[in-house]
């Protein structure tokens, strides 16, 4: 397979010298009609109000086609060694339970049967919790989880739990409650153990090796803080089959993950499987496996425009390296996505914020861009003014949906409020891209500014699957086309190794030292 | 006064041709020893790991001195119509109830004079429901304040309220519960009324005009939530003195405000001072008070090696200006700031994301950066990657403290958590300033990634008010170097007027209509 730089690329080339186009001159009722992928879980991608026209986005197909980047994504679900650098196999896909391509051996093991079988042991597991049959120490039923993990264990599959809970209340599906505890901070925990009750709460130790001081940090957090029952029984451990933690006696179970699964790709795994099936029950979580297959399904499309996750790649590698755009703003008008841009916040900038290419060698090119977002309901009150009237343009990535998730809703002047929500989303979509005039230039808002929309009827969790998968396989295909290794991350190892040093006493190091007298 | 633009000053000129700084060549121990400046409340500003040496620093003080940035803060501060789009006063400094200088005369009263009597009315009402004299309708004392408010009467307030609950009970203060209802979308009202107990809930609605849609909806909603009780024992409104909501039967009490106080600078005034002061005391409260007005004074000194708040400004603008960074993350070493980051996000990009002057010209540079952040515990796991290794760089603002706020922390390995986590912000620091070299590129950290350091004993309330009006003064002074006022949005109309129309059915707009025919 060709791996090779972007700039080597004649499509990018071409892409250099097209013709920039206006969003106020394309923007029509038409090509709103026109614009829409189908993403998987009911989910529909609209990308009417971005900068490119039929040409660019036929020169965004040559790219895809030049990078090979679908031919890449197959040898990618058939086990190829995808992170180059720590020379591991990339397996989230098959986390969905829904095999895509021809059977992966790693390990002695089939590796599909091997993600189906952890999946059939949470939905035994999470069904014997959730009925009673699996008690705490001292009889009682559990009502609480507790996820115990940092990173990915924690950014994804809270942002999940959190988008689906009200889904759940409106279905009147019987929900435990779930906590998070991200650590470090001690008064995280603190905070987090103050109002749980020892004797009905689970909690969910997320550790892949098992031997961290994180997790000894945490391990003993939850000991000290179940007082009067069995710690044993209380505590599930997901980890890897090597790990110190596995099928120890100091847990109740534990569920296993592996090497092959990125902390920001395991929101489908064991790591948010656990979690989310214990607290709204494994069908929910199934359904949500099914969307991102679906979603997954679709990104095999060699046609671009039918391919949703590959031309909002595709797009956004133009935005980025052709119109020199630094950032991109995730939008959710919906209060349950309140946590979903930090998620993707890691899943973009830890997967392609690079320098150098899968071969180790530096890039000239810009990589990934900066990824913030807040529910679009406050913000829109807020930091919209620099959106809007700022002197550089964010291109923007909005997301709606018809039905509110709990049923609960009041008519005001003729409207309810989720109307009102949605008429404020579409109407910022076009204040963004047409503007106005004004004779008051301070009134006055240039247009031009792009986004798309990624919409669904409600926000199930077959959509929220979609969704999720959408973004991994966008962050994917983004960097196959920059020819990166989205898949490891160095980047962070730098900080660890200078803050064991301060640990151990500074070893000699003035500036270490001088920081650390200011904090420790 | 002189009211030019950044691109006619002198010393603008000299900053684009100062010669850059390698902060690989200037970091050192007594660098960092001597890069201190106090913000009040026992905070700290270091700016040793950022790129400016003391002639770079010499002329950002001429900057100031050309764009006589001091002088119109005391114009400010005395009362002159800085809000020149809205012509209005700029008063939120003396909502810290300590005026600062002249007397200011408005709306046929003294305005310091007001700001002081309102603080008083929520400290006799704040002490008479904590300690049960008012009671709710059915005879129970309130345990509950739900705000509810959009915007700046939301983050602010929910921001500095997670940043001192735990801080509370670390010293056994009593506390009422506090909630926040940002509204719009139905699905975040009817989770927060799901929780709460209408019987023991005192709501604080808070509308400038009270005569808006949303307040409706909200009043509408709270009327709805409160079975079994009278609606207007269980609602306070904080509103302006004009607004139907002043005095009227249908709440307990009404707290003022006035059009002086912008929403995102409003969290000092009674729009944060309510909720505060029930909820966790208005000594608490008066304590942020009295961190904020010893930023305020510090903001006076002419001198910038020793006003802080204007150092940070002139750095930034430096950044943004003469480096050309677009973006300014903010990662706060604690999770009691888990929301601050979102509340200077408001602050800063509804302040200055703007591209025209005060007299409405269009300006050729850039203004405000674009605000991201999260806390550092997890972020360091997450988007660390793209801060560290990505393409672009982006300054850098760490927040972090000593002692934890709840007193409950572990030694593992010979640390507590407290240590465990200031190592790594120590850490941070200097990996991302001296980076590492590596024969493999890719654990290969170029460095010279600037950053800076607000620190302090504790996160308390003082330490949090000088914060807060450290980040209000930085940006009033970058406001200031380019000539903006920051103090409107026009930027957040369009949206809401073609909201309007597509309430009223788009009226003959098809691409309005087009957008709303996916959304409703």
Redesign the interface.
């Known amino acids: 397979m060709n791996y090779s730089n972007l700039d080597k690329a004649k499509a990018y080339k071409a892409l250099l010298a097209s013709e920039k186009i206006s969003l106020k001159k394309i923007?029509?009722?038409d090509r709103?009609?026109n614009s829409n992928v189908k993403v998987g879980g009911g989910l529909?991608y609209?990308y009417?109000a971005m900068p490119v026209d039929d040409k660019i986005i036929s020169t965004l197909q040559s790219l895809a086609d030049e990078q090979e980047v679908l031919d890449k994504y197959k040898a990618l679900l058939s086990g190829e060694v995808m992170n180059t650098?720590e020379k591991r196999l990339v397996l989230h896909q098959l986390t969905r339970g829904n095999c895509l391509g021809a059977k992966v051996e790693a390990d002695g093991e089939d590796k599909d049967e091997f993600y189906k079988s952890q999946l059939e042991r949470i939905r035994v597991f999470a069904q014997k919790v959730r009925n009673g049959e699996i008690k705490g120490s001292t009889g009682k039923a559990f009502d609480t989880v507790c996820q115990i993990g940092?990173?990915?264990s924690?950014?994804g599959p809270r942002a999940l739990y959190l988008a689906l809970?009200?889904y759940c209340?409106g279905k009147g599906t019987k929900q435990l409650k779930a906590e998070f505890i991200?650590?470090?901070?001690?008064?995280?925990?603190?905070?987090v153990i103050?109002r749980l009750n020892a004797e009905t709460t689970l909690f969910v130790l997320v550790s892949k090796s098992g031997t961290t001081?994180e997790t000894?940090?945490n391990q003993?957090?939850v000991t000290?803080s179940l007082k009067g029952v069995d710690p044993a029984k209380h505590l599930v451990a997901v980890t890897s089959k090597t790990s110190p933690l596995a099928g120890s006696s100091s847990v109740l179970d534990s569920f296993y993950i592996d090497d092959y699964i990125g902390?920001?790709y395991s929101s489908t795994s064991a790591v948010g499987g656990v979690i989310l099936s214990l607290a709204l029950g494994f069908d929910t979580f199934k359904e949500l496996l099914d969307g991102a297959h679906e979603a997954d399904m679709l990104a095999l499309e060699k046609d671009i425009r039918k391919n949703p996750s590959l031309l909002d790649a595709s797009i956004g590698l133009y935005l980025r390296n052709i119109l020199g755009y630094?950032?991109t703003a995730i939008l959710p008008?919906?209060?349950?996505l309140s946590r979903f841009p930090?998620h993707l916040?890691?899943l973009d900038?830890?997967?392609?914020?690079?320098?150098?290419n899968r071969f180790?060698?530096?890039?000239d090119?810009?990589?990934?861009p900066?990824?913030?977002g807040?529910?679009g309901?406050?913000g829109?009150?807020?930091?919209?003014?620099?959106?809007?009237?700022?002197?550089?343009i964010?291109p923007l990535q909005f997301i709606?949906f018809?039905e509110?998730?709990?049923g609960?809703?009041?008519v005001?002047?003729?409207?309810?409020?989720?109307?009102?929500?949605?008429?404020?989303?579409?109407?910022?979509?076009?204040?963004f891209a047409?503007?106005?005039s004004d004779e008051?230039?301070?009134?006055?808002?240039?247009g031009e500014r792009c986004s798309s929309?990624l919409?669904a009827d409600q926000l199930t969790p077959k959509a929220l699957g979609a969704l999720l998968a959408h973004y991994e396989n966008k962050v994917m295909f983004q960097g196959l086309l920059w020819n990166l290794?989205s898949f490891?991350?160095?980047?962070?190892?730098?900080?660890?190794?200078?803050?064991?040093?301060?640990?151990k006493g500074c070893e000699g190091?003035?500036?270490?030292?001088?920081?650390?007298d200011?904090?420790?």
Do not use: C, W
């Open positions: 923007l029509s009722a709103i009609k529909t609209n009417a650098g940092i990173g990915g924690d950014l809970t009200g209340s991200s650590n470090v901070d001690p008064d995280d925990a603190a905070a103050d001081l000894l940090t003993e957090l000290k902390g920001r630094p950032a008008y919906s209060q349950a930090a916040q890691q900038m830890e997967s392609n914020g690079k320098h150098v180790g060698e530096k890039v090119y810009v990589t990934g900066i990824i913030f807040e529910p309901t406050n829109q009150h807020s930091f919209y003014q620099l959106l809007h009237q700022g002197t550089d964010v709606g018809k509110n998730q709990r609960k809703d009041i005001i002047e003729g409207s309810t409020s989720q109307t009102k929500l949605n008429a404020n989303l579409s109407a910022q979509i076009v204040a047409l503007g106005k008051n230039p301070n009134k006055e808002f240039d929309l919409s290794n490891d991350q160095e980047g962070v190892q730098l900080g660890k190794i200078l803050a064991k040093k301060v640990l190091d003035e500036v270490l030292k001088a920081y650390a200011i904090l420790i």
